[in-house]
């Protein structure tokens, strides 16, 4: 659970401190731009996705293995999409730019996964997670 939250709250305050900082007058052209604007939006909606994955650790389903699969992918998605769009922003280049869909492919990859976890889960009487 902490690597996931921990995790969570890191990508959130390094993108949002991005996003803020190079909406504030730098000198980056409209494309830069929106490639910060997309690596912040898509990496502040993974980390919500990451504390999820946190949290469901205490969910009742034989597919924890699932669970953190899928948290890695969120991550991982999350350095390689919003990571690689935000150094191509304010470098000019990425000799990994291949790592930038690679990402996305992750996260798209991290939702399927946790939607199977969700499903696994097992209903109980008594209150908890799922």
């Known amino acids: 659970m902490k690597l996931w939250v921990g995790s969570a709250g890191l990508f959130g305050g390094l993108l949002l401190a991005v996003d803020a900082a190079t909406s504030h007058g730098t000198a980056l052209d409209q494309e830069a731009m929106r490639w910060i604007d997309l690596a912040s939006s898509y990496g502040m909606i993974h980390a919500v996705a990451m504390i999820a994955v946190g949290l469901l650790a205490f969910a009742r389903s034989p597919l924890h293995l699932v669970r953190r699969i899928s948290g890695t992918c969120f991550l991982l998605g999350i350095l390689f999409f919003s990571g690689g769009l935000v150094t191509k922003a304010?470098?000019?280049?990425?000799?990994?730019?291949?790592?930038?869909?690679?990402?996305?492919?992750?996260?798209?990859?991290?939702?399927?996964?946790?939607?199977?976890?969700?499903?696994?889960?097992?209903?109980?009487?008594?209150?908890?997670?799922?």
């Open 90 to 130: 304010l470098t000019g280049s990425f000799p990994l730019s291949f790592l930038i869909p690679v990402g996305g492919a992750l996260q798209i990859l991290g939702w399927f996964l946790l939607a199977i976890f969700g499903l696994s889960c097992k209903a109980t009487n008594e209150r908890s997670v799922l």
